[in-house]
């Protein structure tokens, strides 16, 4: 037990004074002679193995793995009695601790151990390094929580393309791992580090999830956007159709007879699809039209709290796509309509790199400095259909929406 306690000691220290090979390599032993153990334990292990597993969700892979492989032993120990098996357990979940607080750094000591380990042992060395990358992508996402997505968050992670890929993966397949917004940041962390020859697979994993049965819907339509970031656009391609006729037959019929709830929440799911997936030209024309159409229909006061909230919301991410588009001109006026309708995220918008380029016009500073200091009133900034029109680039004659009968690439 002295033994152990100083095994552990050393591994956690490493975890902030830098790695050396000898103490991870007695942490790394040591787990294994416990897994081995174990596992030599059959069935009898299975019960406090579970149990650890559900007190020990950071380790819920190698202990789930070892828990199959104790299940399956046909000459377990029968000298062992539950009391010894429980401190088996606890041994083994105080290694695996302590080998995880270390973090990634010790990855190259795992596979090293992998290469040489038995069929059962690399399985649960495996499972060990993939949960440690699991909590590291955990880390990676949590800066981002309730801030937005932007291409590029995660490149600090690039060369270790493969592990955390298959790390975000996994919290974008596990329910149970977070809320529906951590499982959609950890699908940002697939889209961007995929490598090349995992694509495949990493697709036939996202269908899986696409296609299942009691998945939520929001979830299916992130893991169909994610699907159309690996390589195939099936999917979002007939979502859009749908849409874009339903646009396209609304449009034909004089106002008097429009569903404009149906019209509009069309015209919402396709910008929201095509700014996900990265379209953002034909985002930016979809955008002008339903604004556009928002615009001549309401007014800030004649709308619900909630109304004018996602109203703001829908001008800031178009302002987003345009400062992209490097379209400034058009940006700073729809993001001072956000501005206007209630969007107050002015130290994110401050340094929201998809607002890069508006934030280079001298006009952004004093924009911000106004709002923030509420020189203006909400609901000041009113919608002038020429105005919006000129800076849209689009006539009074020509402004509906080209993309409802352009086929997606």
């Given at each position: 037990m002295k033994r152990r306690f100083l095994i552990m000691a050393c591994l956690l220290s490493l975890s902030d004074l830098g790695v050396a090979q000898q103490p991870l390599e007695l942490g790394i032993k040591s787990f294994l002679r416990q897994s081995d153990l174990l596992r030599s334990c059959g069935k009898r292990a299975d019960v406090a193995l579970g149990k650890k597993r559900r007190e020990n969700p950071e380790l819920a892979l190698p202990l789930l793995v070892l828990r199959r492989q104790a299940i399956k032993v046909t000459e377990a120990r029968k000298d062992v009695t539950a009391e010894k098996v429980g401190a088996l357990c606890q041994a083994l979940v105080d290694d695996g601790?302590?080998?995880?607080?270390?973090?990634?750094?010790?990855?190259?000591?795992?596979?090293?151990?992998?290469?040489?380990?038995?069929?059962?042992?690399?399985?649960?060395?495996?499972?060990?390094?993939?949960?440690?990358?699991?909590?590291?992508?955990?880390?990676?996402?949590?800066?981002?929580?309730?801030?937005?997505?932007?291409?590029?968050?995660?490149?600090?992670?690039?060369?270790?393309?493969?592990?955390?890929?298959?790390?975000?993966?996994f919290i974008f397949s596990d329910r149970s791992s977070g809320s529906a917004m951590t499982r959609a940041y950890a699908a940002e962390g697939v889209a961007e580090l995929c490598p090349q020859s995992e694509l495949a697979k990493t697709r036939e994993a996202v269908s899986a999830i696409f296609t299942a049965k009691d998945e939520s819907s929001a979830m299916k339509d992130t893991a169909m956007i994610l699907l159309a970031r690996l390589g195939d656009r099936s999917h979002v391609n007939r979502a859009l159709l749908i849409h874009r006729n339903i646009v396209a037959k609304q449009l034909k019929l004089p106002h008097e007879k429009r569903?404009?709830?149906?019209?509009?929440?069309?015209?919402?799911?396709?910008?929201?699809?095509?700014?996900?997936?990265?379209?953002?030209?034909?985002?930016?024309?979809?955008?002008?039209?339903?604004?556009?159409?928002?615009?001549?229909?309401v007014n800030y006061k004649n709308q619900s709290p909630e109304a004018r909230s996602n109203i703001a919301a829908k001008c800031y991410d178009f302002a987003c796509v345009l400062s992209q588009l490097g379209r400034v001109e058009f940006g700073l006026y729809i993001l001072e309509t956000s501005f206007s309708w209630g969007f107050s995220a002015f130290d994110w918008a401050n340094e929201d790199k998809e607002l890069k380029r508006l934030r280079q016009d001298p006009r952004y500073g004093a924009l911000v400095k106004k709002w923030r200091s509420r020189k203006a009133e909400l609901g000041s900034f009113v919608f002038d259909g020429p105005t919006f029109l000129a800076k849209a680039g689009r006539t009074a004659s020509g402004n509906t929406s080209r993309p409802t009968s352009r086929k997606s690439k």
């Amino acid at each position: 037990m002295k033994r152990r306690f100083l095994i552990m000691a050393c591994l956690l220290s490493l975890s902030d004074l830098g790695v050396a090979q000898q103490p991870l390599e007695l942490g790394i032993k040591s787990f294994l002679r416990q897994s081995d153990l174990l596992r030599s334990c059959g069935k009898r292990a299975d019960v406090a193995l579970g149990k650890k597993r559900r007190e020990n969700p950071e380790l819920a892979l190698p202990l789930l793995v070892l828990r199959r492989q104790a299940i399956k032993v046909t000459e377990a120990r029968k000298d062992v009695t539950a009391e010894k098996v429980g401190a088996l357990c606890q041994a083994l979940v105080d290694d695996g601790l302590a080998l995880l607080k270390v973090g990634t750094k010790i990855s190259p000591f795992l596979d090293s151990r992998i290469e040489k380990a038995s069929t059962d042992n690399r399985a649960v060395l495996e499972a060990l390094d993939r949960s440690i990358y699991i909590q590291e992508a955990k880390r990676a996402i949590k800066p981002f929580l309730g801030r937005g997505t932007y291409r590029g968050m995660f490149q600090a992670h690039a060369e270790e393309a493969s592990k955390m890929t298959k790390a975000f993966l996994f919290i974008f397949s596990d329910r149970s791992s977070g809320s529906a917004m951590t499982r959609a940041y950890a699908a940002e962390g697939v889209a961007e580090l995929c490598p090349q020859s995992e694509l495949a697979k990493t697709r036939e994993a996202v269908s899986a999830i696409f296609t299942a049965k009691d998945e939520s819907s929001a979830m299916k339509d992130t893991a169909m956007i994610l699907l159309a970031r690996l390589g195939d656009r099936s999917h979002v391609n007939r979502a859009l159709l749908i849409h874009r006729n339903i646009v396209a037959k609304q449009l034909k019929l004089p106002h008097e007879k429009r569903s404009y709830p149906t019209l509009l929440f069309s015209y919402e799911y396709m910008s929201d699809i095509l700014q996900r997936v990265g379209d953002l030209k034909t985002v930016a024309e979809i955008n002008a039209d339903y604004l556009g159409l928002v615009f001549s229909l309401v007014n800030y006061k004649n709308q619900s709290p909630e109304a004018r909230s996602n109203i703001a919301a829908k001008c800031y991410d178009f302002a987003c796509v345009l400062s992209q588009l490097g379209r400034v001109e058009f940006g700073l006026y729809i993001l001072e309509t956000s501005f206007s309708w209630g969007f107050s995220a002015f130290d994110w918008a401050n340094e929201d790199k998809e607002l890069k380029r508006l934030r280079q016009d001298p006009r952004y500073g004093a924009l911000v400095k106004k709002w923030r200091s509420r020189k203006a009133e909400l609901g000041s900034f009113v919608f002038d259909g020429p105005t919006f029109l000129a800076k849209a680039g689009r006539t009074a004659s020509g402004n509906t929406s080209r993309p409802t009968s352009r086929k997606s690439k």
